[in-house]
């Protein structure tokens, strides 16, 4: 199956080293940089209540289209930085999260899986 992040990333390569940015992605620069993009998103939603969250005027919804791609930009640079295949890494997190939070023991509860198991996962 082919990587759906394959042309995304060789895209971010060309473009760092275009620039010469190279020397500044290294995984602990691109980590912090991904939490910056991550707060931006964040301050889109700030102060709206849970309903005008879900009501994005167009105007609101491109700055939070702009900040979600920068968000996955950086996953994706990152994720190449280290070699890491997003897809892969996905599928296994979502295994890792069907063990901790078995459906019959967690439907309808909000709570951390350590609040209902006697010990990790």
């Known amino acids: 199956m082919p990587d759906p992040f394959k042309q995304l990333h060789d895209a971010m390569d060309q473009f760092a080293t275009e620039r010469d940015w190279d020397q500044f992605h290294?995984?602990?620069?691109?980590?912090m940089a991904l939490t910056v993009e991550a707060a931006e998103l964040q301050e889109c939603f700030q102060w709206f209540?849970?309903?005008?969250?879900?009501?994005?005027?167009e105007k609101q919804l491109s700055a939070v289209r702009d900040?979600?791609?920068?968000?996955?930009?950086?996953?994706?640079?990152?994720?190449?930085?280290?070699?890491?295949d997003?897809?892969?890494?996905?599928?296994?997190?979502?295994?890792?999260?069907?063990?901790?939070?078995?459906?019959?023991?967690?439907?309808g509860s909000a709570q951390k899986y350590t609040s209902y198991q006697k010990h990790n996962v």
């Open 26 to 31: 290294s995984p602990k620069n691109l980590a």
């Open 49 to 57: 209540t849970e309903e005008q969250s879900k009501e994005l005027d």
């Open 67 to 84: 900040e979600i791609a920068d968000v996955q930009l950086y996953l994706i640079r990152l994720a190449g930085k280290l070699k890491v």
């Open 86 to 107: 997003i897809e892969q890494a996905c599928w296994e997190k979502m295994d890792k999260n069907a063990e901790k939070y078995p459906a019959e023991q967690v439907k």
